[in-house]
């Protein structure tokens, strides 16, 4: 009896010593980390922290940035195999952060942060009820912490964006929301993360590379202000030579805005060794830029090294499409099925861009090619070009109703991006009188960029008449993601 007790003395001395030398400390050295994880210098990065953990091995910020870089690299190269070893491991931290100091903000934040981690990684692997409950959890657990340290404002970069994203869930479902205790509104959410970025307190580089990456996405797609979100980036000095991860939000918004020519200068001049995190990704957003050229060799190669070396599934089929296009315009046809069919076999249809490679490739067929040209030199931003592929040309020219859809639509689109509103809500509008009841997109997305249009000239009535036209449309290619931007547009015009 002796004996147990004191065994059991012992180990509770030694477990509560233990536990007293679990700590947060986030000083020099773990600032400099997480500014190597945030640009993605993820190998470097591990290299410090096993180095750091020998020498202060109750460090809980050393576990916290294990968790970052778990996070980048499950997400961005989307590995199956290394999802099945490094997703236990969140909740094994999280175990651990529960067991350390609670008197202090690193504790709620550590754990709102690894909840948040891990739901994002869970949506990459298509784990979305998964991914809610984390999401919650941490939503209640930033909003917590920042009533218990409200001056601790790395809180506001996290708490900002989930409340941005919270505000743009339905009316309709908001009780849910509700229910589950969060509420959020865009404008609020994204203040709070600009407010961060322009501070200059004791906190203000903690996650400031975070904030300066998810900023202009915040302004893109939940504001719908373009215009703003490019400025912000211009004028921000960003060093995407040495910062892979702000190279990726500018390349990535460069390209989907029709600015290939700016994202192709990033991802060329960026710094490459082997300190960084290899991204099959960067040349993924090469074959993208270099297709929109219309360099066909240039942009198969590109495509054909990410769909070889990319062990995800995340844009495999757009990839294929485009080297399948690539291969019907060059005419090669039986080059152009091979792809084709690797865009039925091979990824999935979670992004909308993949959807859509799915339907086209099981719908058959081939897009015109002056069309699809067209739509190439658009989409890279080269409008002049664009316009004279469509030059002497009418509706009449085209046989499907598809491409007589989409000519409408691609007038439309040229013109709205060379800023001339008349011509392009003409286009636009015959595009929805053609297309409305077809499954392809032109008609859902001329009437979302009517409603841009309309919201830019302050005609808010009616911007919102053409967004709700766009929701209205059922059973269209990239129904989920017009439907977000019409949903958004709705919301920022009644509150006019």
Known sequence: MRKLLLLTTTLFVFGSRLNAQLQYVWNDKVQQTYEAITSLKIPEARKAIALEKKSTPGNLSLSLLESYADFYELFLNEDASEYEKIYPQFEKRIQLFESGPKNTPYYLYSLGLAH???????????????????????????????????????????????????????????????????????????????????????????????????????????????????????????????????????????????????????????????????????????????????????????????????????????????????????????????????????????????????????????????????????????????????????????????DKTEFAYRLGRIYDLMNQDELAIRYYKSAIEKGEHQPEYFAARAALQIGMIYESQRQFSKAVEYYHQCIEMKDHAFKNSLDQKAKSGIQRCVKQ
């Open 116 to 402: 948040l981690h891990k739901s994002l990684a869970a949506i990459r692997f298509d784990k979305n009820w998964e991914a809610a409950l984390d999401f919650r959890k941490a939503y209640m657990l930033f909003k917590e912490n920042r009533k218990a340290y409200p001056n601790f404002t790395p809180n506001d970069v996290y708490f900002g964006i989930m409340s941005t994203v919270v505000g743009t869930i339905p009316k309709g479902y908001q009780w849910m929301a509700n229910i589950l205790g969060m509420s959020g509104k865009i404008s609020e959410g994204n203040a709070m993360v600009l407010k961060y970025i322009n501070s200059n307190d004791e906190f203000s580089k903690r996650c400031r590379n975070e904030a300066l990456f998810v900023y202009p996405y915040l302004i893109m797609n939940f504001e719908g202000n373009q215009k703003k979100a490019f400025a912000f980036i211009e004028s921000t000095p960003y060093d995407f030579k040495k910062n892979q991860m702000h190279a990726y939000m500018a390349a990535n918004l460069y390209l989907n805005h029709q600015q290939s020519n700016k994202a192709l200068n990033i991802v060329q001049q960026m710094e490459n060794s082997d300190a960084y995190l290899p991204l099959p990704f960067w040349n993924l957003e090469l074959g993208y830029a270099y297709i929109n050229e219309l360099k066909f060799d240039k942009a198969q190669k590109a495509l054909t090294d990410f769909v070889q070396s990319f062990k995800g599934k995340f844009y495999v089929k757009d990839a294929y499409e485009r080297l399948s296009w690539i291969a019907y315009m060059q005419g090669d046809m039986k080059k152009a099925e091979a792809y084709r069919a690797n865009v039925l076999r091979i990824g999935n249809q979670i992004t909308d861009a993949d959807k859509q490679a799915y339907q086209s490739a099981k719908k058959g067929g081939w897009p015109h090619p002056i069309l699809l040209k067209a739509r190439l030199l658009s989409d890279g931003g080269y409008q002049s070009q664009a316009l004279n592929m469509l030059a002497g040309k009418t509706s009449n020219d085209f046989t499907a109703e598809a």
